[in-house]
Structure formats: structure tokens, C-alpha cells
């Protein structure tokens, strides 16, 4: 996927102003027009521009899509960092896909985060829903807990630049969440207008990523090391789970890979999810003598082919 430089496709500077990314995008709108202009590419041209200026003119978008830096070529290969626009607050709901008009690169960065629309009109008028991607940890959802989430929001200066201010606040997890879900926070959203009722927050949570588990849906998966010893013969070892330490049973010819399901010990909810423990055999270095010494051995003395099933001659 190409990286897009849309203050170039604009031919502005990153710090212009809102009055100066306007002006430039109507002047080249006209120019590449496809029912006037004779530019040969006055088409794609046309489709560049109008992405571009759907970025840059929003400023939640712009503060998002600049926080990827200035580094980036355009037509460079590009992969949106994992935890790229969480703590963005933007105004509206979420939606499922995007606008197949944009490219893959917009979809990628603003395909759940489309603008809706502004509400009803007249003086007493409903704020709009906000909303934003937050991370927590994986253990918050297995017990639950409270925690303070600092959000960056997008606003214009009188002058049309586009700074952020941070707002912090107190979120209840509750026990159980899953990635995608979403936390309410009623009445944190835009102002109404006249008596009309502020917007919602809605928070979209994700895991923060774990150094010991990794997540699907509700199950929870664990890969354990294990000594070749402790897979061939087998034996109990302590295991780590995200609801405290267990003593695990390891059969006796285990192979790498082979999944134990520990029912119930994922995610909690209703329906719980599993934990997976999937085993992963470790071998002592050869640089240490006395392994080297047994490994020797069992070549001498254990008859294995480990290729067997490949039937190689």
C-alpha cells in the first residue's frame, strides 16, 4: 500500500492554514476538473485532490494523519502502526467500511471513523456523538477495573491552524470487554444546542499487546517453553494465566505445537472464553559442554529421523 502525501497532492505546506488548503484545493479542483480540463489524468488527478482535501480539511482528521511525521515519501510502501489514531477523539460514530471511492491508504487510516451527520435542525439541537479507539490492558477485562484515559481533541485556532487539547477521564471497565467493543460514556460528547442534550462518547477498546498472551475474540492463547525432557517425558510446571499462576499437567510425548485448552479461562463473560497453552520446546545450547555431550550421545544412540514422513531419499 502507497503512502499518500496529501499536503503535496494539495501543493500547500503542512503548517497552511484551513483559509490556505481551501484556496489551493478550488484552484486545482478546477484545474483537473474532468468535465473542463484536457490534462490527461485530469480524472485520477481529480479523485487525489478530493481525497486529500477530505483529510485536510477536517481537523480531527489532519491532527491524526499528522501524527505520522513528515518522514514519509509519497508512493512509499506504508502499514499504519498498530496503535495508530488511538486516543483521537472524533465527532460522529463509528461506521462499518469506508467510501470505496478513496484509496486503500485513506481506508486504512479512516475507514471506521466517517463523519455522520450533524443532527436535527433548529435552535434545540442534539450534540453529536463523539467517539475514540482506546487501549487497555488485557487483565482489565478479566477483573474489571477503573481507569483515567487521556484523550487528544482536535481544534481550529482563530487564524485556521489546527492544534490539540488534551481532556482526562475516569472510565469503568467493566469485567469482560472484548476488543471491538464499546464503552458508553453518556453525555461526554459534542454540546447541544439551546436545551438539546450533549453527544455521547463512545470508546472503542483494544489490548494493549502482552508480552506473555495474545488474543482472539475470547480465547486467549499462551505459548509456553518447555525442555525437550519436560515434552518427552512429561511432567507439571507453572503456568501463568491472566487470573493468577496454575500447576499444568504436561502428557508425555508432547510435540511443539500441540494445544492444551484450559476451558473457561479466557475472556470472562456469559460464554467465556478458553485459554490455549501451546507448547514450544526449547533446546539447551549446544555451546555448553556437558549438552553437547548428550546431544552426541543421542545422535550415536537414539534412532530418529525426524524426516521420516517426508519420504526423501
Not at 127 to 154: F, K, N
Not at 172 to 186: C, F, M, N, T, V
Not at 213 to 220: C, S
Not at 249 to 269: D, H, W
Request: aromatic letters at 8%; charged letters at 30%.
Amino acid at each position: 500500500m502507497e503512502y499518500k502525501d496529501y499536503y503535496a497532492v494539495l501543493n500547500v505546506d503542512r503548517k497552511a492554514s484551513s483559509d490556505e488548503i481551501r484556496r489551493s484545493y478550488r484552484k486545482l479542483a478546477r484545474k483537473y476538473h474532468p468535465d473542463v480540463s484536457k490534462e490527461t489524468n485530469a480524472e485520477q488527478k481529480f479523485k487525489e485532490l478530493g481525497e486529500a482535501y477530505e483529510v485536510l480539511k477536517d481537523p480531527e482528521k489532519r491532527a491524526a494523519y499528522d501524527q505520522l511525521g513528515s518522514n514519509w515519501k509519497a508512493s512509499q510502501d506504508f502499514h499504519p502502526p498498530p496503535d495508530w489514531g488511538t486516543g483521537f477523539e472524533f465527532h460522529g460514530g463509528p461506521q462499518a467500511g469506508g467510501r470505496g471511492d478513496f484509496s486503500d491508504f485513506f481506508e486504512s487510516l479512516f475507514g471506521q471513523a466517517t463523519r455522520q451527520g450533524a443532527g436535527r435542525r433548529g435552535f434545540n439541537r442534539h450534540g453529536e456523538d463523539h467517539h475514540a479507539r482506546v487501549l487497555i490492558e488485557l487483565e482489565d477485562s478479566y477483573h474489571g477495573a477503573s481507569r483515567s484515559i487521556s484523550l487528544q481533541v482536535p481544534e481550529v485556532t482563530g487564524d485556521g491552524h489546527v492544534i490539540t487539547r488534551n481532556r482526562t477521564l475516569k472510565v469503568a471497565i467493566p469485567k469482560g470487554i472484548r476488543q471491538g467493543q464499546q464503552i458508553r460514556l453518556a453525555g461526554q460528547g459534542a454540546k447541544g444546542t439551546g436545551s438539546g442534550k450533549a453527544g455521547d462518547l463512545y470508546l472503542e477498546v483494544d489490548f494493549n499487546p502482552h508480552r506473555f498472551y495474545r488474543v482472539e475474540g475470547a480465547d486467549v492463547y499462551l505459548d509456553l517453553p518447555l525442555a525437550p525432557w519436560e515434552a518427552a517425558l512429561g511432567a507439571k510446571v507453572k503456568v501463568p494465566t491472566p487470573s493468577g499462576a496454575i500447576d499444568l499437567k504436561i502428557p508425555a510425548n508432547s510435540p511443539a505445537g500441540k494445544r492444551l485448552r484450559l476451558k473457561g479461562r479466557g475472556i470472562p463473560a456469559k460464554n467465556p472464553g478458553d485459554l490455549y497453552v501451546v507448547m514450544q520446546i526449547v533446546l539447551p545450547s549446544s555451546n555448553d559442554v556437558n549438552a553437547r555431550r548428550i546431544y552426541e550421545r543421542m545422535q550415536q544412540e537414539v534412532e530418529f529421523n525426524p524426516r521420516a514422513k517426508l519420504e526423501v531419499v
